[in-house]
């Protein structure tokens, strides 16, 4: 349960949070690494989506005892969202340079790799439900057991963090907030979702030529 899936979905948009909100898991090390990674996003009517890429940089605590080599690694969250709520993540890590940017086929052979869902959809003005899958390839349960524990440490603190900023757009309304370079893929989804509702809205419609 949750107190905005408008919010929710801004959350999952702009993933520069992570630097800052889930230090302790997968957001450790330098945020500016979150802040200048790469990213490559394609909009289509229905949604959008998007992966993040960070390149040759230390696996984040959450990860660091996954892997079975040394080193550096490659990472990437790929985020796929279906609107109105319908979010699929795929988030992975391989060696660095070994070819992960370059192939998706690499990516799912080599890679070691999680895959989310994330369905959001409103109850009341001001609540929310938040389903949460997740799947993974680790080759073994205490790998499985190790992210999850990570992942229960995360969702509340984005639920902490959805229902304080709720709470701060309540009390003082929402005109006064500017957008910032991170929030291009937010503000894009907030475009596509405008236009998807226009289109549903029956005052829109088109006249049927009669015959
Ligand atoms: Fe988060």
């Given at each position: 349960?949750?107190?905005?899936?408008?919010?929710l979905?801004?959350?999952?948009?702009?993933?520069?949070?992570?630097?800052?909100?889930?230090?302790?898991?997968?957001?450790?090390?330098?945020?500016?690494?979150?802040?200048?990674?790469?990213?490559?996003?394609?909009e289509?009517?229905?949604?959008?989506?998007?992966?993040?890429?960070?390149?040759?940089?230390?696996?984040?605590?959450?990860?660091?005892?996954?892997?079975?080599?040394?080193g550096?690694?490659?990472?990437?969250?790929?985020?796929?969202?279906?609107?109105?709520?319908?979010?699929?993540?795929?988030?992975?890590?391989?060696?660095?340079?070994?070819?992960?940017?370059?192939?998706?086929q690499?990516?799912?052979?080599?890679?070691l790799?999680?895959?989310?869902?994330?369905g959001?959809?409103?109850?009341?003005?001001?609540?929310?439900?938040?389903?949460?899958?997740?799947?993974?390839?680790?080759?073994?349960?205490?790998?499985?057991?190790?992210?999850w524990?990570?992942?229960?440490?995360?969702?509340?603190e984005?639920r902490?963090?959805?229902?304080?900023?709720?709470?701060?757009?309540?009390?003082?309304?929402?005109?006064?907030?500017?957008?910032?370079?991170?929030?291009?893929?937010?503000?894009?989804?907030?475009?596509?979702?405008?236009?998807?509702?226009?289109?549903?809205?029956?005052?829109?419609?088109?006249?049927?030529?009669?015959?």
């Amino acid at each position: 349960m949750c107190s905005n899936s408008t919010l929710l979905i801004d959350n999952l948009m702009d993933l520069s949070h992570v630097a800052y909100l889930h230090k302790s898991t997968v957001g450790s090390g330098d945020p500016m690494a979150h802040v200048s990674a790469k990213f490559d996003v394609e909009e289509r009517a229905n949604g959008l989506k998007f992966t993040k890429w960070i390149f040759d940089t230390e696996p984040p605590a959450a990860f660091a005892n996954l892997r079975d080599y040394a080193g550096k690694i490659d990472r990437w969250s790929e985020q796929d969202l279906f609107s109105p709520g319908s979010l699929f993540t795929w988030i992975g890590m391989m060696e660095a340079g070994a070819g992960a940017y370059e192939s998706e086929q690499l990516r799912a052979e080599k890679g070691l790799t999680q895959r989310l869902f994330h369905g959001m959809t409103p109850e009341t003005e001001d609540s929310c439900h938040y389903f949460f899958v997740w799947a993974s390839d680790f080759p073994n349960d205490d790998m499985a057991d190790s992210i999850w524990a990570s992942f229960e440490i995360l969702l509340e603190e984005d639920r902490m963090m959805v229902d304080a900023q709720a709470e701060r757009n309540r009390e003082f309304g929402e005109d006064h907030l500017v957008p910032i370079a991170s929030d291009d893929i937010r503000m894009r989804v907030k475009r596509i979702m405008t236009r998807l509702k226009s289109a549903e809205d029956p005052s829109n419609a088109q006249p049927v030529a009669q015959v």
